[in-house]
């Protein structure tokens, strides 16, 4: 491994300890931590728009674990930053858990197992595809989900019983990250915005 890039790895692995990130590592069950770390590997591969970390936090609440989604998207922009260095550093499976066990001593041992096992199985597939994810700057689309509403309550007399579209679009930022991003617009609105689509649907079948 490259001196840069042991650097590089370094930083990565001490970001484990920065803020109590391993500690919250600890909280989060083996099969949770498999399925956050299996979602970042297809989105370092550009299977997946981002890691829904809003879902994923929800469930693991409700199985009885106190972690906040906050706590969590860290630590999987920490674990994807730790999968792109290593892909780009070309390591062996041996080579980062190897740097793991030098570097962060606090780390549950069923981690490092998933690691391992995610690494082993899908790590070489993302060390191509690298150089094209650090290219992007902008976030990606999802999904986009509306529903009507009436006005029940104003300051005005007039607003009441308005109608309204609640419109939340769904986007993974460039880290990967997905958020739900919500806002209304009145029924002339969302029309004018339901028009623009459909320009943009006519140019499209023109390309």
């Known amino acids: 491994?490259?001196?840069?890039?042991?650097?590089v790895l370094a930083r990565a692995l001490e970001a484990l300890d920065v803020g109590g990130a391993a500690d919250k590592i600890t909280l989060i069950p083996q099969d949770f931590f498999a399925e956050l770390c299996e979602q970042i590997i297809q989105h370092l591969n550009h299977k997946i728009?981002?890691?829904?970390?809003?879902?994923?936090c929800q469930r693991i609440q409700t199985s009885g674990i106190e972690i906040n989604i906050g706590d969590l998207a860290k630590i999987a922009n920490i674990v994807s930053f730790l999968f792109s260095t290593a892909a780009r550093?070309?390591?062996?499976?041996?080579?980062?858990?190897?740097a793991l066990g030098n570097a962060v001593s606090v780390l549950p041992k069923h981690a490092v197992q998933v690691i391992r096992h995610v690494w082993n199985e899908q790590g070489k597939s993302i060390s191509v595809s690298e150089d094209a994810r650090n290219t992007a700057t902008v976030g990606q689309f999802v999904d986009i989900k509306w529903k009507l509403g009436v006005a029940m309550?104003?300051?005005?007399?007039?607003?009441?019983?308005?109608?309204?579209?609640?419109?939340?679009?769904?986007?993974?930022?460039?880290?990967?990250?997905?958020?739900?991003k919500s806002f209304e617009m009145?029924?002339?609105?969302?029309?004018?915005f339901f028009r623009q689509f459909k320009e943009m649907a006519a140019v499209l079948e023109t390309v």
């Open 186 to 192: 009145t029924v002339p609105q969302f029309k004018n």
């Open 1 to 7: 491994m490259a001196a840069g890039s042991a650097v």
């Open 153 to 180: 309550s104003s300051d005005s007399c007039r607003s009441l019983k308005y109608p309204y579209v609640t419109v939340t679009l769904k986007v993974a930022d460039p880290s990967g990250q997905i958020t739900d």
């Open 49 to 56: 728009p981002g890691v829904n970390t809003a879902e994923l």
């Open 89 to 98: 550093s070309n390591l062996s499976t041996e080579e980062l858990i190897t």
